[in-house]
């Protein structure tokens, strides 16, 4: 999970996001479609399905354009609610965001996914996981009484704050990663049981997902494996995760069989008795040369994917990660950065991509069979 949301930025991507160049515009005949003006949005509701994409502070501030997209196109979105953005002194909370990101999915009918509260040390407050704090040791100088304390007061204040508005809560991101305070204080799957139960407590009507990246050329079997072996072993104890969310950050070519592995995937969450969002969906188009098409290619990605968690009665959303090229994490991340990234539905301009007609068409399809 990646976006630019905070001076303290997540996973090593910085605030300031890359305003690419722009395109000679490949897709200029099929963006044109100008007798379609249907929207994602408008055949998403005719089938009760999620599509969203997040709300990032400084671009929100700065581009009044992906205010209006989001607004006409999605019916759900991304509020950040990051421990740093939200608690960044103890005992005081901020909820500016959370407020600002309420009142305008009031005003557009929006449903909100709360992203996330617990995660690592570079979405953590100074006074939880500092440098500071990082050399007193592993425990970053926490007990497990009081760091549980600290983690149960964050969720419930958050979520509590949050109320109806806020219809799911990603409540912990990536836990395979083993790297983040809760986990090497509390135990992996201890903190994560009780963190669960924090959120159902708060509010036991919100849909409380956990989150997990699963590879970028498919997804990766023996990741996915671990990965429901974990859902199981939670669940097994007593924790209330009603969904599991999978990264898609898939990255052109893709391995032949990817769409069998998301496939199976969906199979083995049904068998562990959870939903499914596609949380963070993007797809590079691949180097230079690549295809000799790669926005068809990119265009057949999208599709495939939303058309086989649509086929899939237990997938329930689909979350773009941004909107637009012009605001691509892809461009800026410190590791493996892709400066020629544009993966999203929109260009730079905001025309719509044939990825965006792409979803579209899967979206029309199924609300023609339902």
């Known amino acids: 999970m990646n976006w630019q949301v905070s ?70 979105a991304v509020s950040f609610t990051f421990m740093n953005l939200t608690q960044p002194e103890e005992g005081q909370f901020n909820f500016s965001g959370m407020d600002r990101d309420m009142a305008f999915a009031q ?25 500071a704090r990082r050399a007193l040791g592993r425990t970053f100088g926490w007990s497990a009484d009081r760091l549980d304390a600290v983690m149960k007061t964050q969720i419930q204040t958050v979520v509590r704050h949050g109320g109806d508005s806020y219809y799911a809560w990603e409540v912990a991101d990536e836990p395979l990663s083993h790297n983040n ?37 498919g997804v990766d079997k ?84 939303l058309g086989a968690c649509l086929a899939d009665s237990g997938c329930k959303g689909f979350y773009t990660w941004g909107i637009s090229d012009a605001h691509t994490w892809l461009a800026q991340r410190q590791n493996h950065r892709l400066p020629d990234a544009r993966p999203l539905l929109f260009d730079e301009r905001y025309g719509r991509k044939p990825a965006y007609f792409g979803v579209l068409d899967a979206l029309k399809d199924q609300a023609t069979h339902h």
């Open 107 to 131: 005003e557009h009918h929006l449903k909100l996914f709360g992203d996330c509260l617990l995660y690592r040390c570079n979405t953590s407050p100074g006074w939880v996981c500092s440098p």
């Open 7 to 76: 001076v303290q930025s997540r996973k090593n991507v910085p605030v300031i996001l890359l305003c690419v160049p722009l395109l000679a515009a490949a897709w200029t005949r099929e963006s044109a479609r100008p007798a379609d003006k249907n929207t994602l949005r408008q055949y998403a509701d005719k089938i009760g399905f999620q599509v969203g994409a997040p709300i990032p502070g400084r671009i929100w501030n700065e581009d009044p354009q992906y205010r209006a997209i989001l607004a006409k196109e999605f019916n759900a």
């Open 181 to 217: 305070p809760w986990e090497v204080v509390l135990g992996r799957e201890e903190y994560l049981t009780r963190a669960f139960h924090y959120a159902h407590e708060a509010n036991p009507h919100a849909l409380l997902v956990l989150n997990e990246t699963l590879g970028h050329q």
């Open 222 to 305: 023996d990741r996915a494996a671990e990965f429901l072996q974990l859902v199981k072993k939670l669940k097994s104890a007593g924790a209330p995760i009603d969904a599991i969310g999978v990264e898609m950050h898939l990255e052109a070519p893709l391995r032949p069989g990817w769409l069998d592995e998301f496939r199976s995937f969906l199979a083995g969450a049904r068998q562990a008795g959870v939903q499914v969002l596609i949380t963070e969906m993007d797809v590079y188009q691949g180097p230079a040369g690549a295809f000799s098409d790669p926005w068809a290619n990119q265009k057949e990605i999208y599709a495939a994917a």
